[in-house]
């Protein structure tokens, strides 16, 4: 069988075909039919049944870990007395954000006895906190009810996007497991709490299906807001860099008689390229800039996101591609820093494999600017696998959809390990 892009592929047998593969427990517990009726459904009704499904499960277990929280919750995980379950919910760095969504980011950085920067707002970017405040100035609601509720939002709007960018190469049924992975997935219960995860990723996924598309006045827009969002926007102007220069490269195999190739890429086009990752990628060094103005230190940023670090590696100087090897030399030794090149190895071994290859070039080449991003800037630790959350596109994978197995370890893995990382990350330590 052939997709429209001439990928050669398996026969989509859909959703409700994989699941039957599990014909008993089907049988008795009616997912056989469940897994019909969202077959049958349109791809939108699709998404939201599965993202609402995925929201009931998270809700449920976060309602079951709340009531621990006087016992076992470290006292600064909530400020205040207010130990209620939207205050739950705003834990963490949530608290940060309702700083600035109240009162905007500091002047002058706290410092320690000895000088050092200590951790503070401006490690978290206005987006979010923003468009919090916009909601709860415009209807009264509290911080702890609003950010919730945008974060939320912003997950179904990060789930159907998902669907749209796998579904492009990928194909419906991989796109419905992609989705379902993400939505039913270990930590995707920061896509109802009030952290920036969730509005990060609906448009990091809603850039990849611009350029995906070639709309690069959509993608400048999302672009730029994704760089006052979360770190990491910097990986989507850099996709659309390599995507372009591929395409120059397929077009010079295709005109190997001559001519110009630039034509092939009419100049109006050309224009929107350029401009579009130029916005980009000075919105995504922006930030740093814009810290040192307020703050009159040059190295605001950089200082309050390494007063992070000291608890796991002391106090070392910045050196990109290094922070990996700094956290796995200190604790695991010579094992550690094998241990990190034999995962660096194993990650461009599976963006290499033919069917990860097949989802098409801007999800495979924006997971390994990504990856790189993460690799070069960030310190490995328990916030770690939410930084790793855009790379959901390669759950579309035929080495994890196409096969019983696979999907169903997949499966079994997210819904056993949300309650433990809930107890864990949530409950025990900030994510």
């Given at each position: 069988?052939?997709?429209t892009?001439?990928?050669?592929?398996?026969?989509?047998?859909?959703?409700?075909?994989?699941?039957?593969?599990?014909?008993?427990?089907?049988?008795?517990?009616?997912?056989?039919?469940?897994?019909?009726?969202?077959?049958?459904?349109?791809g939108?009704?699709?998404?939201?049944?599965?993202?609402?499904?995925?929201?009931?499960?998270?809700t449920?277990?976060?309602?079951?870990?709340?009531?621990?929280?006087?016992?076992?919750?470290?006292?600064?995980?909530?400020?205040?007395?207010?130990?209620?379950?939207?205050?739950?919910?705003?834990?963490?760095?949530?608290?940060?954000?309702?700083?600035?969504?109240?009162?905007?980011?500091?002047?002058?950085?706290?410092?320690?006895?000895?000088?050092?920067?200590?951790?503070?707002?401006?490690?978290?970017?206005?987006?979010?906190?923003?468009?919090?405040?916009?909601?709860?100035?415009?209807?009264?609601?509290?911080?702890?009810?609003?950010?919730?509720?945008?974060?939320?939002?912003a997950?179904?709007?990060?789930?159907?996007?998902?669907?749209?960018?796998?579904?492009?190469?990928?194909?419906?049924?991989?796109?419905?497991?992609?989705?379902?992975?993400?939505?039913?997935?270990p930590?995707?219960?920061?896509?109802?709490?009030?952290?920036?995860e969730?509005?990060?990723?609906?448009?990091?996924?809603?850039?990849?299906?611009?350029?995906?598309?070639?709309?690069?006045?959509?993608?400048?827009?999302?672009?730029?807001?994704?760089?006052?969002?979360?770190?990491?926007?910097?990986?989507?102007?850099?996709?659309?860099?390599?995507?372009?220069?591929?395409?120059?490269?397929?077009?010079?195999?295709?005109?190997?008689?001559?001519g110009?190739v630039?034509?092939?890429?009419?100049?109006?086009?050309?224009?929107?390229?350029?401009?579009?990752?130029?916005?980009?990628?000075?919105?995504?060094?922006?930030?740093?800039?814009?810290?040192?103005?307020?703050?009159?230190?040059?190295?605001?940023?950089?200082q309050?996101?390494?007063s992070?670090?000291?608890?796991?590696?002391?106090?070392?100087?910045?050196?990109?591609?290094?922070?990996?090897f700094?956290?796995?030399?200190?604790?695991?030794?010579?094992?550690?820093?094998?241990?990190?090149?034999?995962?660096?190895?194993a990650?461009?071994?599976?963006?290499?494999?033919?069917?990860?290859?097949?989802?098409?070039?801007?999800?495979?080449?924006?997971?390994?600017?990504?990856?790189?991003?993460?690799?070069?800037?960030?310190?490995?630790?328990?916030?770690?696998?939410?930084?790793?959350?855009?790379?959901?596109?390669?759950?579309?994978?035929?080495?994890l959809?196409?096969?019983?197995?696979?999907?169903?370890t997949?499966?079994?893995?997210a819904?056993?390990?949300?309650?433990?990382?809930i107890a864990?990350?949530w409950?025990?330590?900030?994510?």
């Open positions: 069988m052939t997709d892009n001439g990928i050669r592929t398996r026969p989509d047998r859909g959703v409700a075909a994989d699941l039957g593969t599990l014909a008993g427990l089907g049988r008795t517990l009616g997912i056989r039919r469940l897994a019909e009726l969202v077959q049958s459904m349109p939108w009704a699709a998404v939201l049944s599965i993202w609402g499904a995925g929201r009931a499960v998270s449920l277990w976060l309602a079951a870990v709340w009531p621990l929280i006087g016992r076992d919750q470290p006292a600064g995980a909530i400020r205040g007395n207010d130990h209620g379950f939207l205050s739950f919910l705003t834990s963490w760095d949530g608290q940060y954000y309702e700083q600035i969504s109240v009162h905007g980011y500091p002047t002058v950085l706290p410092i320690d006895g000895a000088g050092h920067v200590l951790p503070n707002a401006w490690a978290f970017l206005p987006a979010f906190p923003f468009v919090v405040r916009m909601l709860t100035a415009s209807t009264g609601l509290p911080f702890q009810f609003g950010a919730p509720l945008v974060a939320t939002v997950g179904l709007l990060a789930a159907a996007l998902l669907y749209l960018v796998v579904r492009e190469r990928g194909g419906r049924s991989a796109a419905l497991w992609a989705t379902l992975f993400f939505c039913i997935g930590i995707s219960f920061l896509l109802e709490v009030g952290y920036a969730s509005m990060f990723l609906a448009l990091v996924f809603g850039s990849l299906l611009a350029i995906q598309r070639r709309q690069y006045g959509v993608l400048a827009i999302l672009g730029i807001v994704a760089a006052f969002t979360r770190p990491g926007g910097l990986a989507i102007p850099l996709t659309l860099a390599v995507v372009t220069l591929v395409r120059l490269r397929d077009a010079r195999r295709l005109r190997a008689s001559g110009r630039l034509a092939l890429i009419p100049p109006r086009e050309w224009v929107a390229i350029v401009t579009s990752g130029a916005a980009m990628t000075l919105a995504g060094f922006s930030w740093p800039l814009i810290a040192a103005r307020v703050t009159g230190v040059s190295s605001a940023y950089l309050t996101e390494m992070w670090w000291v608890g796991f590696v002391g106090r070392v100087p910045f050196i990109p591609m290094a922070p990996w700094y956290n796995a030399g200190r604790w695991l030794g010579i094992g550690g820093i094998l241990l990190v090149l034999m995962l660096i190895a990650y461009v071994v599976w963006l290499s494999r033919r069917s990860t290859r097949e989802l098409g070039v801007v999800p495979v080449t924006f997971s390994a600017a990504y990856a790189l991003y993460i690799f070069a800037v960030s310190l490995p630790m328990a916030s770690t696998p939410r930084l790793l959350m855009p790379l959901a596109p390669l759950f579309g994978s035929r080495e959809v196409s096969r019983p197995w696979a999907r169903w997949m499966v079994i893995g819904l056993v390990g949300q309650p433990v990382c864990v990350l409950l025990l330590g900030p994510p």
